[in-house]
């Protein structure tokens, strides 16, 4: 029996069978940020253990920064601790940090990436449940714990049982207004949020061979709101494409070697997997979230859902899902009024994406009464889109353009959306409090963001 | 690893789906420096507290017998959502040893065997029966959590048994040190290392 691309890198990693299902697995890359990186060096410290291999590990203050322009790490004071301590640290072991400000800087599941610091083949963790993002790149790659990442600077290992495996195929072609954003959001709808429970799930089908690599990381970025801790797609042309010649990525002779043993990767035909779910791309519509779970989804052009014909182990929660977001059952999604947009966060902050949201937004204006922020993923995508003058089309139409950094998807660096407001978000999760406490928010892709932004209201992008 | 071997308690029903981390303890009290010990009185604080900061009447943890439990039962999905350990900081902040739902997140499942909190994965069908008994005799029925004999004993007497991984069990039962057996493994990672700095030399920068 063949080996799907999962097994491949699970194998590859094995340092020794523990016994009893476990393993000890070798980790890569190890990417720390302000919110547990700066902790769990000191708590390694503290227990008298030294990071076992300070060359793999990397890090980005991203989650407590504040994103107002001119911001420095004392703009929202919580932060600085936590940023001083993560300096002291990674300093005294020669570790990389791209710090505030600096050329790199960006949020974790953006920057890796770009820096060509993720690469196909390997395992990288991060503390952080959205660092399956970077299984766009053919990486296993999944979030742990605080524990975990003392563990993992510890040793560069972590003790694993293999989890089963999930097949996830979209075939065809995306119809107009689809991105992949709309493709993730309607398969967590199509599953639930608890599908991938014990799962490694791979992304295949015709459709995700057509994404670009920024559009693949958006699709694994939210693997882990099916209940998944890691998603994946096979590297291929395109992969390689994006990642030659980034910083930190192989050069030379070695780039040859490596391309080499990444086109070994790919899932054999004959692997068999333990679940498989296919998606029909000529049935999936833009999508919008109503709800308090990524799961509470439907497209633009559906009526919000009532909670009485739904079903029957869902009905309270539906209900409670309503009257927190304020919504009527029934009603039409489209055309309720939003006060605030939020187009960022390491599911939509790439340039790809400012781009599809500058096309919506150009000659065009914000609605009066929304408060539209545009939140780049990273320093050298800040930069990008400036030479492109994408800066300019948002500040014209009324937006805001902020420094890079998490900000209003998670709201831990003092940004919030007020009590009681509406945000469409391109962010990834929908739960109560999220963007603040009592904030009403409804997830979609960047430009379907961009759209509410200029209607002022829940709007279908592809009317636009 | 901090110990686990028994509890016996009240247990609080917060029979709701996907109960998750942003939920049991919000990203501020993260960054304000309140520390791991300090986060108990912020667990669950959106639906223990109202805006105004005074207790919710309707929220289980603020009614007796169940202020102060020490196992929470809980529907599907528990603990979902965000990667923090400081959902299970909270947690034992606030006393709980034991959550017992169908199925955890992942992420949480593991951080809770960090941390001495033993999440028991049991079918609806048996938690909502344990919030029954727990309500029939409010104030006298106690749920007891056995990890050496992997059971459930609930108030009216009923062995349920669950299942536990055999190396968690041990490593959770004896309080063993993660790191410390992994260390114990050092010239296997070595070996590992150097056969693979010359397999994919790319890898290392
Ligand atoms: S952007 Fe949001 S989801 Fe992504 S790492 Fe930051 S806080 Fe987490």
Redesign the interface.
């Known amino acids: 029996m063949g080996k799907a691309l999962f097994d491949k890198i699970w194998d590859s990693h094995v ?2 069978d ?5 393993i ?1 697995m ?1 980790i ?1 890359r190890l990417l720390l940020h302000d ?1 547990s990186g700066g902790k769990a060096m000191k708590e390694a410290m503290e ?1 008298g ?1 030294v990071p076992a ?1 300070p ?2 590990i990397y890090g980005t203050p991203d ?2 920064m504040s994103t107002r322009p001119g911001r420095t790490e004392k703009t929202h004071p ?2 600085e ?2 940023l001083r301590s993560m300096r002291e640290t990674t300093t005294k072991f020669g570790i990389k940090l791209f710090d505030l400000g600096q050329d790199g800087n960006g949020i974790v599941h953006v920057m890796g990436p770009e820096q060509g610091l993720t ?1 196909p ?2 395992t990288l963790v991060c ?3 959205h660092t399956s993002t970077h299984g766009g790149m053919g990486a296993l790659a999944f ?6 990442l ?2 993992v600077i ?4 972590m ?1 694993q ?1 293999k989890p089963k495996r999930f097949r996830v195929s979209f075939e065809g072609k995306l119809q107009p207004g689809v991105t992949a954003k709309d493709m993730i959001l309607h398969l967590i709808g199509d599953v639930g ?2 599908a991938g ?2 799962f490694a799930v791979e992304y295949a089908g015709s459709a995700v061979r057509a994404l670009p690599v920024e559009a693949r990381l958006t699709l694994c970025n939210l693997t ?1 709101e099916m ?3 890691t998603g994946m797609v096979a590297p291929d042309d395109t992969t390689y494409e994006f990642l030659h010649g980034r910083d ?3 050069k030379d002779a ?2 040859d ?2 391309v080499a ?1 990444w086109r070994t990767l790919p899932t054999d035909p004959d692997a068999e997997f333990d679940r498989e779910h296919t998606i029909d791309m000529a049935k999936v519509a833009p999508q919008i979230t109503w709800g308090t ?1 990524p799961e509470h989804v439907i497209a633009v052009d559906q009526a919000i859902p009532d909670p009485s014909t739904g079903p029957e ?2 009905r ?2 539906w209900a ?1 899902a309503l009257q927190y977001q304020g919504l009527e059952p029934g009603k039409p999604i489209e055309g309720t009024k939003v006060d605030w947009v939020f187009i960022g966060s390491c599911t939509n902050s790439r340039i790809s994406d400012l781009r599809a949201a500058a096309e919506i937004v150009k000659g065009r204006h914000k609605a009066d009464h929304v408060t539209a922020w545009i939140v780049p993923g990273s320093e050298r995508i800040k930069k990008q889109a400036e030479s492109e003058g994408l800066d300019k089309v948002f500040t014209d139409a009324g937006f805001e353009w902020r420094e890079p950094g998490c900000s209003i998807c ?4 003092g940004e919030r959306v007020p ?1 009681g407001k509406r945000s469409v978000s391109t962010s990834n ?1 929908n ?4 963007q603040g ?2 904030a009403r928010t409804h997830l979609a892709s960047p430009a379907m963001a961009a759209a509410a932004a200029i209607k002022g209201a829940i709007a279908d992008v592809r009317k636009f | 690893m901090d110990k686990f071997t028994k509890v016996t308690g009240i247990a609080a029903p917060l029979m ?3 109960v ?1 981390t ?2 049991i303890i ?3 009290r ?4 309140v520390g791991r010990e300090g986060l108990g009185p912020y667990c669950f604080e ?1 639906i223990r507290f109202k ?1 105004d900061g005074s207790e919710n009447p309707d929220c289980v943890f603020n009614q007796e017998p169940y202020r102060g439990s020490p196992i929470i039962l809980a529907a ?2 528990f603990g ?7 959902a ?1 900081w909270a947690l034992k902040g606030m006393g709980i040893q034991a959550v017992i739902a169908p ?5 949480f499942n ?2 809770c065997f ?2 001495g909190i033993l999440p028991v994965a049991l079918p609806i069908e048996d938690v909502e029966q344990l919030a029954d008994e727990m309500k029939a005799s409010p104030g006298n029925a106690r749920i007891t959590v056995d990890l050496e004999n992997c059971v459930v004993i609930s108030p009216t007497g009923r062995t349920i048994p669950f299942k536990v ?3 968690r069990q041990h490593a959770m039962l004896n309080g063993l040190d ?2 410390a ?3 114990s ?1 050092q010239d ?2 070595e070996a ?2 150097t056969a ?1 700095k010359s397999a ?6």
């Open positions: 340092i020794t523990l016994g009893n299902g476990f000890l070798h890569d919110m227990k253990y291999q060359r793999l989650h407590t919580p932060g601790p936590l690469l083949g390997t503390g952080d449940s979030g742990i714990g605080a524990s975990e003392v563990h510890a040793t560069q290992t003790v049982r949020t608890a429970t014990g882990i209940g998944a801790r930190y990525a192989p070695l780039w070697r490596a043993y779970s182990d869902k309270a929660a409670a998670i709201a831990a660096n009590p999760r739960f109560v409090g999220r406490p009592g | 709701r789906q996907n998750d942003d939920l919000r990203i501020e993260l960054v304000d420096n959106q805006p599907e999905n979902c959502g965000s990667s923090r350990e400081g299970v199925y955890f997140g992942d992420i593991n951080n960090q941390n991984d055999a190396r993660d790191i057996q992994t260390m493994n296997k990672i590992w290392q693979d994919r030399p790319w890898v290392w920068l």
